[in-house]
Antibody, heavy 117, light 114 residues
Framework: QVQLQESGPGLVKPSQTLSLTCTVSGGSINSGTSYWSWIRQPAGKGLEWIGRISSSGSANYNPSLKSRVTISLETSKSQFSLRLTSVTAADTAVYYC?????????WGQGTLVTVSS | DIVMTQSPDSLAVSLGERATINCKSSQSVLYSSNNKNYLAWYQHKPGQPPKLLIYWASTREYGVPDRFSGSGSGTDFTLTISSLQAEDVAVYYCQQYYSSPLYTFGQGTKLEIK
């Protein structure tokens, strides 16, 4: 059973960089056709796909966030990470990582990140 | 971008009755080369991550009760719960993965007990 767990600071100051890590267990992060995504949900709003990375390290991003987002892969640690720069209050959300086969079949529990001074 | 629009925004159904949620995409999510609709449905309960229910528009994820079913093709899709149980109270989302790697979700439908 694949499990994912997000980790990182729960509070980030405006204009700073949000950094989260997703640790994958119970399955290989670099198996052939694996993709790994980040999704977020602001309070009271719907789900927004942020971006994904392939097992080979190729990343794709939501155009609405592309200028501020970087997703990277560290296969030796079975982790992938999210960096979002120049955050504002609008980036306050629950952030999820998920295994991505098009449909997102395994999700982490989510972590709340609040942007506030 | 493919815009996903769900209806209704909220729904109240009596226990044991049928619940139907609709999802419409702004363009077809049917890939002609394999005749698959790139459409998934999720159930989202408070404090939990979204749970995949249906993929390829009508394939039930392993372990999902058979009271959940998905139908539709092209631009119009439906999630049906044949006999509502108390544990089905949640927000339901559709998601297209046709325009991979840019995925988009519907705005969500909140399902409650009448």
């Amino acid at each position: 059973q694949v499990q994912l767990q997000e980790s990182g600071p729960g509070l980030v100051k405006p204009s700073q960089t949000l950094s989260l890590t997703c640790t994958v267990s119970g399955g290989s992060i670099n198996s052939g056709t694996s993709y790994w995504s980040w999704i977020r949900q602001p309070a009271g709003k719907g789900l927004e796909w942020i971006g994904r990375i392939s097992s080979s390290g190729s990343a794709n991003y939501n155009p609405s966030l592309k200028s501020r987002v970087t997703i990277s892969l560290e296969t030796s640690k079975s982790q992938f990470s999210l960096r979002l720069t120049s955050v504002t209050a609008a980036d306050t959300a629950v952030y999820y990582c998920a295994r991505d086969g098009g449909a997102l079949d395994y999700w982490g529990q989510g972590t709340l990140v609040t942007v506030s001074s | 971008d493919i815009v996903m629009t769900q209806s209704p925004d909220s729904l109240a159904v009596s226990l044991g009755e049928r619940a139907t949620i609709n999802c419409k995409s702004s363009q077809s999510v049917l890939y002609s080369s394999n005749n698959k609709n790139y459409l998934a449905w999720y159930q989202h309960k408070p404090g939990q991550p979204p749970k995949l229910l249906i993929y390829w528009a009508s394939t039930r994820e392993y372990g999902v009760p058979d009271r959940f079913s998905g139908s539709g093709s092209g631009t119009d899709f439906t999630l049906t719960i044949s006999s509502l149980q108390a544990e089905d109270v949640a927000v339901y989302y559709c998601q297209q993965y046709y325009s991979s790697p840019l995925y988009t979700f519907g705005q969500g439908t909140k399902l409650e007990i009448k």
